[in-house]
């Protein structure tokens, strides 16, 4: 009866040491590679904020020439009218047909450019919100950098 007790109680010993050492590891060089690995990802984030926000600025760019487009295309739909108008009143019949196709081509051009618009300013939106979580990202204290890797 001793003997299984003793040998119970070594073997509780045996297992409770075996745990403590694998759950407290003493590795000081991962520590390090950790710690460089995650100065890394802090470089490649910034540099993707960076990124992100010179595309916002390009995608800015991009819908104003789209709605200053749209408005040369609908100048050029008044004029076009205008000049249907003429020559229909001045008895033009070839004149009138070639200022109708230029009219109808306009419109579809100021069609195009409006979605066209629509679809940078939805980009526009939606790289702004990026680079607004990025930042609120970069800004957040990141957890488990204390001078013990986090753990104690």
Same mark, same amino acid.
């Given at each position: ?25 003493? $590795?000081? +060089? @991962? *520590?390090?590679?950790? #710690? /460089?690995? =995650?100065?890394? %990802?802090?470089?490649? &984030?910034?540099?993707? !904020? ?11 760019? $991009?819908? +104003? @020439? *789209?709605?200053?487009? #749209? /408005?040369? =295309?609908?100048? %050029?739909?008044?004029? &076009?009218?205008?000049? !249907? ?14 200022? @109708? ?52």
């Amino acid at each position: 009866m001793r003997r299984t007790i003793l040998s119970a109680t070594l073997f509780v010993l045996a297992s409770l040491v075996a745990v403590g050492q694998t759950a407290t590891p003493n $590795d000081a +060089r @991962q *520590d390090q590679r950790d #710690a /460089r690995q =995650d100065r890394q %990802d802090a470089r490649q &984030d910034r540099q993707e !904020l960076r990124q992100n926000v010179k595309g916002v600025r390009h995608d800015v760019k $991009d819908a +104003r @020439q *789209d709605v200053k487009d #749209a /408005r040369n =295309d609908q100048t %050029d739909m008044k004029q &076009d009218r205008a000049a !249907l108008r003429n020559d229909v009143k001045n008895g033009d019949k070839a004149a009138a047909v070639k200022a @109708q196709k230029e009219l109808r081509k306009d419109q579809r051009d100021m069609r195009n450019d409006k979605q066209q618009a629509s679809k940078d300013v939805r980009d526009t939106r939606a790289d702004r919100q990026d680079a607004r979580v990025d930042r609120r990202q970069m800004r957040a204290p990141q957890s488990g950098m204390g001078a013990h890797g986090g753990r104690r």
